[in-house]
T-cell receptor
Framework: GQQLNQSPQSMFIQEGEDVSMNCTSSSIFNTWLWYKQDPGEGPVLLIALYKAGELTSNGRLTAQFGITRKDSFLNISASIPSDVGIYFCAGQLVKGAQKLVFGQGTRLTINP | DTGVSQDPRHKITKRGQNVTFRCDPISEHNRLYWYRQTLGQGPEFLTYFQNEAQLEKSRLLSDRFSAERPKGSFSTLEIQRTEQGDSAMYLC?????????????FGEGSRLTVL
């Protein structure tokens, strides 16, 4: 089936460092989204991308929709303790499709 | 803040028992989704409702699973004759609008443990 491969699977960084993670697929996706999940909670939407090449920021977060439509990256600048959590990429194979395909997540741990 | 509400948050049951989860979406949202998340994995789509109509079901939703949204408001997900492989977090999400943009509002989930 369609899979989204996230890397790295986990990251251990120092507070204040910048973070970069990405998501790739062998299939073309028409929408890319990034969600964050804290322990014991549901995922929360961070950024949504709808056009190939689109670069969107949300505070310290920046994400891009790859030009090939098969990848996306998420950057976090100047990390803070509350950035700890699991980051998931998700995509729609067809724009407007009801099903979102999720990656397996990148776990971010920050050492103060 | 009336976000998506799920009940119960945790359920421990013995294999073979039936369980039911309830989801109350954000009130003005006409779309409701169920996803399943196992440890270390991302959520997997189970089913989708637009108002009271169940419009899409994943192959993951075996015949032991049934979901309803009788009045287009809250939804229930029932698992009959539970198996240990059903142990997971069951997430409900809702959204509004004419088309699904992928921007979902998730509840906190119902964690099922089957012994």
């Amino acid at each position: 089936g369609q899979q989204l491969n996230q890397s790295p699977q986990s990251m251990f960084i120092q507070e204040g460092e910048d973070v970069s993670m990405n998501c790739t697929s062998s299939s073309i996706f028409n929408t890319w989204l990034w969600y964050k999940q804290d322990p014991g909670e549901g995922p929360v939407l961070l950024i949504a991308l709808y056009k190939a090449g689109e670069l969107t920021s949300n505070g310290r977060l920046t994400a891009q929709f790859g030009i090939t439509r098969k990848d996306s990256f998420l950057n976090i600048s100047a990390s803070i303790p509350s950035d700890v959590g699991i980051y998931f990429c998700a995509g729609q194979l067809v724009k407007g499709a009801q099903k979102l395909v999720f990656g397996q997540g990148t776990r971010l741990t920050i050492n103060p | 803040d009336t976000g998506v509400s799920q009940d119960p948050r945790h359920k421990i049951t013995k294999r073979g028992q039936n369980v039911t989860f309830r989801c109350d979406p954000i009130s003005e949202h006409n779309r409701l989704y169920w996803y399943r998340q196992t440890l270390g994995q991302g959520p997997e789509f189970l089913t989708y409702f637009q108002n009271e109509a169940q419009l899409e079901k994943s192959r993951l939703l075996s015949d032991r699973f049934s979901a309803e949204r009788p009045k287009g408001s809250f939804s229930t997900l029932e698992i009959q004759r539970t198996e240990q492989g059903d142990s997971a977090m069951y997430l409900c999400a809702s959204s509004r609008g004419a088309a699904n943009t992928g921007e979902l509002f998730f509840g906190e989930g119902s964690r099922l443990t089957v012994l």
